[in-house]
């Protein structure tokens, strides 16, 4: 059963300060499942970019933090009551099903209510200066102030309504405008967000969405001389372009993962199991903390694959609008030839696939890949796809940790033990920006930070909490204080 009839194609307009504008020239959105085209999008020219930072720049918000908490829920009730609606869009233009869909409008419903409510608290702390023989009767106090120029957002297809939630959010949190560039791919679901945010009082000189291909106007977003900073999240090819082309601005950058699921001697297996195919398929492999590499030690490998077969086959993949599918596309037929192509390199080179069945188009069903090479294509760079590749790895800790410290990302990990000794470990020893014990890598609250290091990102966290502070200056001011 499907959940609806085919909704018309959205001929839709960028919205800049709000304005509608289109152009002659459009990019096609398709559906990854029916290679329908589901929408079309402008397809700005540099031109387009200037005038929205221009907009931008020249108005000042002054939004009280009362306004902007109200702002805020606004958005997330709406978003709450319309979750149909725009899970119905997410699935359209990504192929993601129907399930990762909804749970997706409930991140972002999350997002906007954080930031909303942390919007109110003032985080200023006070020095005081009479503390040592060079001191003096004064105070100094911390002011955070909103950026003086615009922050320019460039977003991925991955999570088309949350990643652009992640950045909105803690700008309007922090009075700041925004110029957003969601992906060509999915650019439906942040305009749709956009006039969300109009209608619950966002003044629309804060917020403009400028659409098209990356390669005629993706240099305006990273050297438009009113952009502050750039926040981007995405390919760590597009993010060392853009760490090199942005010269004197301060870059967010949230990149790619191969996040290790480890799992040691102690483990209760069927539970690592569990995490191991929910952590690769869910999202259908398409998270930057997706499980891509499963490191399970020799001595329970066997047992271990076999529980991982099991769960993986319970898994419904096919049409993601079917409300009971467990796993839709990914987001293009090219994407899944790749991950095709690099499981069947990984079997060249000793693999055994245990589970899996015919892609067709985009669809790519869950595959399970045991005894992969911890070096071979398919898990030595991010698979983002749902292959759930096993690497035995010997039984002792410290091969554990050099393996998967062995790529060159670090964005984070799951680990499968109740060892305190392990657990602390690999607290302190794997190269990566999050341990979650007993629990997939993806899993967080929308305001506790996030991100990774060595490929998987540079400068400041994500999560609500930390985004508000790189979208801000802070500002000392002191007075005499007796
Ligand atoms: P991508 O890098 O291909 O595209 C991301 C954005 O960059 C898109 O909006 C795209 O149009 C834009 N872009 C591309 N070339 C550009 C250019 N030259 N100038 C300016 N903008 C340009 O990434 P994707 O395929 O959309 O997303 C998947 C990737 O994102 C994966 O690697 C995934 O791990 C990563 N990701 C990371 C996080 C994180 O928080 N670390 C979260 C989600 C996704």
Redesign the pocket.
């Known amino acids: 059963m499907t959940v609806h009839a085919k909704p018309p194609i959205r001929r839709e307009a960028m919205r800049i300060a709000g304005r509608q504008v289109t152009t002659d020239e459009v990019v096609e959105v398709f559906n990854p499942y029916t290679n329908e085209v589901v929408g079309t999008v402008p397809a700005a020219r540099p031109e387009h970019v200037r005038e929205a930072f221009a907009k931008a720049r020249a108005y000042k918000p002054r939004l009280t933090r009362y306004e902007r908490q109200q702002i805020l829920l606004r958005t997330a009730d709406i978003l709450r009551d319309r979750k149909e609606e725009f899970a119905r869009l997410i699935t359209a233009e990504s192929g993601l099903c129907w399930k990762d869909s909804l749970y997706e409008a409930g991140r972002a419903y999350d997002v906007y209510s954080f930031a909303g409510q942390l919007c109110i608290k003032d985080d200023g702390e006070i020095y005081s200066c009479d503390i040592s023989p060079q001191g003096k009767q004064r105070k100094i106090f911390t002011q955070r102030m909103p950026l003086m120029g615009v922050i320019s957002a460039?977003?991925?297809?991955?999570?088309p309504l949350n990643?652009v939630s992640h950045k909105l959010a803690p700008a309007i949190a922090t009075n700041n405008r925004v110029v957003l560039?969601?992906?060509?791919?999915t650019p439906l679901t942040a305009l749709a967000l956009a006039d969300v945010l109009y209608e619950a009082g966002l003044p629309p000189e804060m917020l403009s969405v400028v659409t098209g291909?990356?390669?005629t106007m993706?240099?305006s977003?990273?050297t438009d001389p009113d952009a502050d900073l750039i926040t981007?999240?995405?390919?760590?090819?597009?993010?060392k372009?853009?760490a090199e082309?942005a010269g004197y601005r301060r870059i967010v950058l949230?990149?790619?993962?191969n996040d290790p699921l480890i799992v040691m001697e102690d483990a209760d297996l069927d539970k690592a199991a569990e995490l191991a195919v929910q952590g690769a398929t869910k999202n259908s492999g398409?998270?930057?903390?997706a499980v891509k590499r499963i490191l399970c030690v020799d001595s329970v490998a066997d047992a271990f694959s076999k529980l991982v077969v099991e769960k993986a086959r319970k898994l419904k993949c096919g049409d993601p609008m079917d409300p009971t599918v467990d796993v839709g596309t990914v987001?293009h037929e090219g994407a899944a030839k790749l991950f095709e192509r690099r499981v069947q390199d990984a079997v060249a080179l000793g693999a055994e696939i245990l589970h899996g069945a015919p892609r067709q188009g985009a669809l790519f069903p869950p595959t399970v890949v045991d005894r992969a090479p911890y070096d071979c294509e398919l898990v030595h760079e991010?698979t983002?796809g749902p292959v759930i590749p096993i690497i035995r790895v010997p039984n002792d800790i410290d091969s554990v940790i050099r393996i998967s410290n062995s790529t060159a990302y670090g964005?984070s990990s799951g680990v499968c033990t109740n060892r305190m000794d392990y657990v602390a470990r690999f607290v302190n020893e794997l190269d990566v920006g999050t341990v979650n014990v007993w629990e997939v890598p993806g899993y967080r609250i929308e305001m506790s930070p996030?991100?990774?290091i060595k490929d998987?990102?540079l400068g400041y966290k994500?999560g609500v909490v930390e985004a508000m502070k790189s979208f801000t200056n802070v500002r000392t001011w002191s007075m005499p204080w007796p």
């Open positions: 460039i977003t991925p297809f991955n999570h990643m560039k969601p992906t060509e791919l291909n990356p390669g993706g240099d977003m990273i981007f999240t995405g390919s760590v090819r597009v993010g372009y853009i082309k949230e990149l790619g993962g398409q998270r930057c903390t987001i991010e983002f964005l996030f991100g990774g998987s990102g994500e």
